[in-house]
């Protein structure tokens, strides 16, 4: 597996939870790693992504100010930090990564995905 996410489960309204995702050291030029998501009977869409040299993000508009992506040193591991989640974030979270980090986010790796439920 070369991207391996964690983190994902079941949490209240206005909870948190922390997904991470290591990448295999095998992955050649990763320029940004971030993280789409799908929910059930709808498209893909971004969330957020970091770039690996200067740790410079990206938020889809529906997450800002209340998800925070961050890496570790190297880049190769990310963790998307998800405050005061809704109902609507339910969704599977896919782990992804690309290789030119130029405008948006569209990946060439894809992780399998980690599934975020928040219901009452």
């Known amino acids: 597996v070369q991207l391996q996410a964690s983190g994902g489960g079941l949490v209240q309204p206005g909870g948190s939870l922390r997904l991470s995702c290591a990448a295999s050291r095998s992955i050649f030029n990763i320029n940004r790693m971030g993280w789409y998501r799908q929910a059930p009977g709808k498209e893909r869409q971004f969330v957020a992504a970091?770039?690996?040299?200067?740790?410079?993000?990206q938020y889809a508009d529906s997450v800002k100010g209340r998800f925070t992506i961050s890496r570790d040193n190297d880049g190769y591991t990310v963790y998307l930090q998800m405050n005061s989640l809704q109902l609507e974030d339910t969704a599977l979270y896919y782990c992804a990564a690309d290789r030119d980090g130029l405008g948006i986010f569209r990946p060439d790796y894809w992780g399998q995905g980690t599934r975020v439920t928040v219901s009452s």
């Open positions: 970091i770039k690996r040299s200067d740790g410079s993000t």
